[in-house]
T-cell receptor
Framework: GESVGLHLPTLSVQEGDNSIINCAYS??????FIWYKQESGKGPQFIID?????DKRQGQRVTVLLNKTVKHLSLQIAATQPGDSAVYFC????????????FGQGTTLQVKP | GAGVSQTPSNKVTEKGKYVELRCDPI?????LYWYRQSLGQGPEFLIY????????DSGLPNDRFFAVRPEGSVSTLKIQRTERGDSAVYLC????????????FGPGTRLTVL
């Protein structure tokens, strides 16, 4: 069935370093992917998204890379800050005919001062 | 408010009781989504609305769960005969339309069934 998964449950980085969070997806028909950040006790917060016709998209300090050949998605955070500490989820949408998102289990990012 | 709001923020109930969870989407958003998140897991899709109608309710776990959006704005998720396994955070999100991509989430309602 459809699934979105993350390679590592916890990632620990030094403040100021770059972080890379990975995600594998299984539905080759998915047309849209999105990254959310979730802090404890809060709802998921949109970070960045990418359509399947792109392979890279940049935002402020964040970059999402999409490799459709191996069905892999990554989120890169530049100059990681303590405020980046949170759980990060990737999600996919199976087609443009649905609004349903399928989420992975999440990666916890810990930023060491 | 500018964002999605959900009430109550916390709900404690006893097994077998009925509960209602409310979601106020971002003004002007026609699509509204409900997800459920268990501890340590990613959100799990339940149902979404485009306007007043449920476009996809395939994620509702059984017929004890029901959701409405009678005027195309506020939505209520209703759970009958609650079970301990229903304990989770129920998240609501909205987007401009169902395929206008970005879904914005509310803070969630934490439901605890004793």
């Amino acid at each position: 069935g459809e699934s979105v998964g993350l390679h590592l449950p916890t990632l620990s980085v030094q403040e100021g370093d770059n972080s890379i969070i990975n995600c594998a997806y299984s539905n080759s028909a998915s047309d849209y992917f999105i990254w959310y950040k979730q802090e404890s006790g809060k709802g998921p917060q949109f970070i960045i998204d990418i359509r399947s016709n792109m392979d890279k998209r940049q935002g402020q300090r964040v970059t999402v890379l999409l490799n459709k050949t191996v069905k892999h998605l990554s989120l890169q955070i530049a100059a990681t800050q303590p405020g980046d500490s949170a759980v990060y989820f990737c999600a996919e949408r199976g087609s443009s005919n649905t609004g349903k998102l399928i989420f992975g289990q999440g990666t916890t990012l810990q930023v060491k001062p | 408010g500018a964002g999605v709001s959900q009430t109550p923020s916390n709900k404690v109930t006893e097994k077998g009781k009925y509960v209602e969870l409310r979601c106020d989407p971002i003004s002007g958003h026609t699509a509204l989504y409900w997800y459920r998140q268990s501890l340590g897991q990613g959100p799990e899709f339940l149902i979404y609305f485009q306007g007043t109608g449920a476009a996809d309710d395939s994620g509702l776990p059984n017929d004890r769960f029901f959701a409405v959006r009678p005027e195309g704005s506020v939505s209520t998720l209703k759970i009958q005969r609650t079970e301990r396994g229903d304990s989770a955070v129920y998240l609501c999100a909205s987007s401009l339309t169902y395929n206008t991509d970005t879904q914005y989430f509310g803070p969630g309602t934490r439901l605890t069934v004793l």
